[in-house]
């Protein structure tokens, strides 16, 4: 009798996303102490290309938000005048639009991320995606807990801010569905860029064609996930069990549990599993799960698992991400 191969995707989803949702919004990425929580460093997501991958090109400045705000809008004007009649054209005024909330926001999709912080920039912690901000027809909802912590510099705040206007006024004149053209702008205008090279790059990516529909949590260059602990458990017959935490440094081995042989793969990208497979090594049987049935466990849904079944055989794989944070959400 043939093996019938079987995935299913059991979505699991955390308190941490059960604020309601609205239409868009700007996100960052959190260092967190693995086993305290605390918060070490917030980044606006616009800016890890710069930050991260081009050292040296982005100098924080200290001052009050609102000035930072203002110093970017006025090199905006003075810098790319198409892309300044475009913001003044639908302005968003910030001050009587923001106001904080005490719960976590919920993830919006639409985030199209392409880079995220290295591990090595959180050592000995974990670099989850936040959501900083959340908009919809010109209002701005922010989390009370993150926005407020100390290692959330002005400066980060401003890059929030300036998204979130720059996105509500190519949507308002273009239509954009994905906030991938503003990450683009953003980063470029943090990049050290002349003005002359700055305004022929903007005004490539304003001449793009607008994306109408919702990103999804990473493309191109691989998907934009975080580093996490994983546990996984695999079962014989719903009666043998074997658990364990993956070492995702050596991410493919051989078990066997009660004479059954099992080939299993966690393929990681940046320490974050993006590929799941188990094989039958009697009859060569295998279950896989690619991006993007893998991708939402490490967002919004907690588990999947891989499930193998035959006439008198059922091997199931489950894996799922474990972290202390998880109970205590930004």
């Known amino acids: 009798m043939k093996l019938v191969l079987i995935l299913i995707a059991t979505l699991f989803t955390s308190a941490a996303w059960s604020a309601p949702r609205v239409n868009n919004g700007g996100g960052g990425w959190a260092c967190r102490n693995s086993k305290t929580g605390e918060v070490r460093w917030i980044k606006a997501a616009d800016l890890t290309k710069v930050e991260f991958y081009n050292p040296g090109k982005l100098v924080e400045k200290t001052g009050n938000v609102w000035d930072l705000l ?8 003075r810098v790319l005048p198409a892309l300044s ?5 639908n302005p968003l005024d910030l001050k009587f639009k923001m106001r904080g909330v005490d719960y976590p ?16 920039s959180c050592p000995g912690g974990l670099v989850s995606y ?7 027809d010109g209002d701005v909802t922010y989390s009370n807990r993150v ?27 273009f ?9 683009q702008i953003i980063g470029l205008m943090y990049s050290g860029l002349s003005d002359f090279e700055l305004n022929r790059q903007v005004d490539e ?5 607008a994306r109408k529909q919702q990103g999804i949590f990473g493309f191109n260059n691989g998907p934009a996930l975080f580093n996490v602990q994983v546990t996984c458990t695999l079962s014989i017959n719903d009666e043998y069990t074997y658990s364990w935490t993956p070492d995702l440094e050596v991410p493919e081995f051989y078990m066997v549990i009660h004479g059954f042989k099992f080939f299993v793969d966690i393929n990681t990208i940046d320490g974050s599993p993006v590929r799941l497979q188990i094989k039958d090594m009697q009859s060569k049987f295998s279950a896989i799960s690619e991006i993007p049935e893998t991708v939402p466990m490490f967002n919004s849904m907690k588990r999947v698992q891989l499930l193998l079944k035959g006439e008198s055989t059922k091997a199931r794989l489950g894996c799922e991400s474990k972290s202390q944070l998880d109970l205590d959400p930004l």
């Open 70 to 77: 203002q110093e970017q809008h006025d090199y905006i004007h």
């Open 85 to 89: 009649a475009i913001m003044k054209s």
């Open 105 to 120: 926001l919920s993830y919006i999709p639409d985030a199209e991320l392409r880079y995220k912080p290295p591990v090595s």
């Open 130 to 136: 936040v959501q900083l901000a959340d908009a919809t």
């Open 147 to 173: 926005w407020n912590l100390p290692v959330f510099s002005s400066y980060q705040k401003a890059a929030i801010m300036l998204h979130e206007q720059m996105y509500f006024a190519l949507r308002k004149t």
């Open 175 to 183: 239509g954009d569905g994905s906030s991938y053209r503003t990450r």
């Open 205 to 209: 990516v304003l001449n793009n064609t």
